[in-house]
């Protein structure tokens, strides 16, 4: 048996044919991005993006300086540390083969827990051009229910007393901003990667609600120098498993310590506002574009709310993998009902978009046996998604008096799954920053149904309209009790 071989720069050349490796000299690479949150999701896109543009063109002044912000993030730092910033990415393709790429566009890192003062130094560096974010849903500090930003968070409290120790993705920046501001070094571009309508705006919103109470001379600064576009991202990025890892070893006898897997497709629309200059990104498939509203909107609502549906449905039923519920005839059937009777007829003109195809094409996405993502995944953290992915629908549909029953069902299941237990009897955890208050309002809901609805940070004044919450009630009410399946073959039947 073949042994494996680790992955660094010295060992590329030692790797077998069937990986594909830089063929770009790292060491000639220039940073001109730092990236907050070295996740997954940035592993299989934007460094994907942007190792192309240096593989295929040659174009080396693209390179990436990742930040860890969080101490979560100490054990991805010390891997990429251990891989010379080296990782692979695994494009599971439809018919089950492995396209297996070594990235190297990551070509430094900061752990910002151990060296804050050279975050904020790299950050104001004039090499650096852009500041991209990929800090989930939640890290934006808005309050869901208000839209506000939110300074009784703890860490943001600390950032204000402590502006030179920050702990979050605003006081970095505000210092940062505040060096190049000082120094005469000249703007940036910060580019939101984040899964938020109008991402980019609300990446300046929160930034400038933090600044104007944390650094008010900087507001005007900021406003001149400081570009925030929006932008849809998509590609569907599973957690890494050890399997994953695993297979990488036995296929490619590669010895990755975390690899990233992903799907074939890929997509990434930008509104081109880039203070500084930016990498030519569209050669390798990036589209760049005046207005990105229609295409995020597209996307929240039919591709990431579809994941919640699948989520929730497959999380009653028992389903561990998103594959698994969107194989299911009956949630299949449910899930295209809800993308073609509720959430196309809210997004607008689309101009030469094909919106069937399109959502053919999740369905084939949502599908494919070979991604295995977790339906565990998909459900955390749902206080920050349902407010983005299927709210709108909702409120859009309430405004003109269209379909949303299979909307307010999904709502429903969820105040079902934050009782803890599947119908078949098993536990598991409900892992979202709103934990304590979602299991509490669903706890009180099998006595005052209309509890759940009543988190107003989630759902605003919903719970006030009676429409929606008759819908919602009579939902709950099938939901506690009959099987998940049972009633959605009912909806299937009664709405068509």
Known sequence: MKTSIALNQENLSKLPANVKVPSYNRDQVKTSIVHIGVGNFHRSHEAYYTNELMERYGVLDCGICGIGLLDYDRRIYNILKDQDGLYTLVIKELDGSLNARVIGSIVEFIFAPENPIAVIEKMANPDIKIISLTITEGGYNLNEGTGEFDFSNPVIVEDMKNPMSPKTVFGYLAQALKLRMQRGTGGCTIQSCDNIQGNGDVAKKSLLNY????????MGWIEENVSFPNAMVDRITPV???????????????DDQWPVVCEPFIQWVIEDDFKAGRPAWE????QF?????????MKLRLLNAGHSVLGMLGALHGYKTIDEAARDEDFKTFLRAFMDAEASATLGNLGDIDLEKYKDSLIARFQNIYIKDLISRICLESSAKFPIFVLPTIKAQLKTGGSFARAAF????????????DENGNTYP?????????????????????????????????AKNKTFVDAFLTSLNMLRTKKVKDCVKELNTKLG
């Open 211 to 218: 600044v104007e109470k944390a650094e008010p001379e900087l």
């Open 240 to 254: 890494t498993v050890a399997t994953d890892i695993a297979n990488l070893q036995e296929e490619f006898l590669l």
């Open 283 to 286: 050669k390798v498939g990036a």
């Open 289 to 297: 574009v005046e207005n990105v509203v229609p295409f995020e909107n």
């Open 410 to 421: 999904v709502v429903a299941a969820w105040c079902r799954y934050n009782d803890g237990q």
């Open 430 to 462: 409900i892992e979202d920053a709103m934990s304590n208050e979602l299991i509490r309002a669903a706890a009180l809901s099998h006595q005052n149904p209309v509890r759940f609805l009543e988190i107003e940070q989630i759902f605003g004044d919903l």
